[in-house]
């Protein structure tokens, strides 16, 4: 199954891709992703990737390349992936498809960084078939600056400084109706400024009856960083992935969610999911849905479950290599290809709805007192809203 397109609008950690290249918003999204590279992959993967990128990328279609320069570049994408894709053998393969290709002359025709891309993304996506996977036109001053190492103490700090100016990726949290939680999360992040957050949001809402966590259009994060987030809903250290070593000779490494506070360990958790629902956002879902810790909510997530990072190719390309496969401790797979699927399926732009509902419903069969006259105000709050809006719909025209 190529997945390329779905991911293509999930995998936000190349935000820079999103914007016009020259504006100032290309400007600040370049650094994001720098330093988002820098910090997550460096925790997450075993070696460290960095793309250092002081300004907007290059715009493809003005950066002429001559049939040495395409070669180059095509060559190096197959011996990447036969180096560190993490599906070994298709690793394997797929380079030989491509160095063949390129005898053939497959690329010949591209004149520009931008007809390169295409070519690639024509021919070498479908062979590779990995949602994750795609070439990228940095420049060769991005790629100049890429290291192995891990980030500088200043990268880090960097980091998690623009972390706690985006609230620490936990963008919003309120109270619902009924006494009910309500928390969305945009990216799992293994960051100081992240779990602070994360804290002060269970600690607004410690005193709800049932908790709802939003990750619809969740870009993803990092397995620690899901680990981190899940230890609130343990009261055991429990293990949650086991991603596979960044080379052959690199020893595979388990996470576990370790009790962290405040803890919400006693009462229902739901979680709403969409096709944007992306990478290590899909985890955290999967995770808590095998644990049956929570019940999702909403649409099928878009299956991207194999962690990676950018790779320099040759004069200025890159390409993001997916090189470690992920698998849940308790079922032995993943969500690769076919995406965490609900336990409750309905339209995503219902989900909150929906999920408000059971959470209601949950916390009524043992909630006595006051809590209880609370949650069934909040019940008849909603069912009053649906007859209202059904009320609504009846009389529009037909």
Not at 164 to 176: A, D, F, K, M, Q
Not at 338 to 353: F, K, Y
Request: proline residues 7%; glycine residues 10%; hydrophobic residues 45%.
């Amino acid at each position: 199954m190529n997945t390329g397109k779905r991911v293509a609008r999930q995998e936000q950690a190349a935000v820079v891709d999103k914007r016009m290249p020259g504006s100032a918003g290309a400007q600040q999204g370049a650094r994001w992703l720098a330093t988002l590279c820098a910090a997550v992959l460096s925790l997450a993967l075993t070696s460290g990737a960095a793309l250092a990128q002081p300004g907007p990328p290059p715009d493809p279609t003005a950066v002429a390349l001559g049939p040495e320069e395409t070669r180059d570049v095509v060559l190096a994408l197959a011996q990447v992936l036969r180096e560190r894709f993490a599906f070994r053998a298709r690793g394997r393969e797929a380079a030989a498809q491509i160095e063949a290709l390129e005898q053939q002359g497959a690329f010949r025709e591209a004149r520009t960084a931008d007809e390169l891309l295409s070519l690639i993304e024509q021919k070498i996506t479908p062979i590779v078939d990995d949602g994750h996977f795609r070439a990228r036109y940095f420049g060769p001053e991005a790629v100049a600056g890429f290291s192995e190492a891990p980030p500088s103490a200043e990268d880090i700090a960097a980091f998690h400084e623009e972390v706690r100016l985006r609230g620490g990726e936990v963008p919003e949290v309120r109270w619902l109706t009924g006494n009910v939680g309500y928390l969305r999360i945009r990216m799992f992040l293994d960051a100081a400024p992240s779990a602070e957050q994360l804290a002060l949001a269970l600690g607004m809402l410690a005193h709800t009856g049932a908790l709802i966590v939003d990750v619809r259009g969740s870009p993803g994060g990092e397995p620690a960083g899901v680990a981190n987030v899940i230890g609130h809903f343990v009261s055991a250290g429990t293990p949650t992935v086991r991603v596979q070593g960044s080379d052959e000779t690199a020893p595979d490494r388990t996470y576990y969610a370790e009790p962290r506070l405040p803890a919400y360990t006693d009462r229902p958790v739901f979680v709403l999911v969409d096709g944007d629902t992306g990478s290590g956002a899909e985890e955290f879902a999967y995770d808590l849905q095998a644990m049956q810790r929570a019940t999702l909510v909403g649409e099928t997530t878009a299956g991207a479950a194999t962690p990676g990072g950018y790779r320099p190719l040759a004069h200025g390309f890159v390409a993001f290599i997916p090189m470690q496969i992920v698998a849940n401790t308790i079922t032995g797979t993943n969500w690769e290809g076919v995406g965490v699927v609900p336990d409750v399926t309905v339209p995503a732009a219902d989900a909150l709805t929906h999920a408000h509902r059971l959470a209601l419903q949950a916390i009524l069969r043992d909630a006595h007192g006051v809590r209880r006259a609370i949650a069934e105000e909040g019940l008849a709050s909603l069912e009053s809203t649906r007859a209202r809006s059904d009320e609504g719909r009846a009389a529009e025209p037909q």
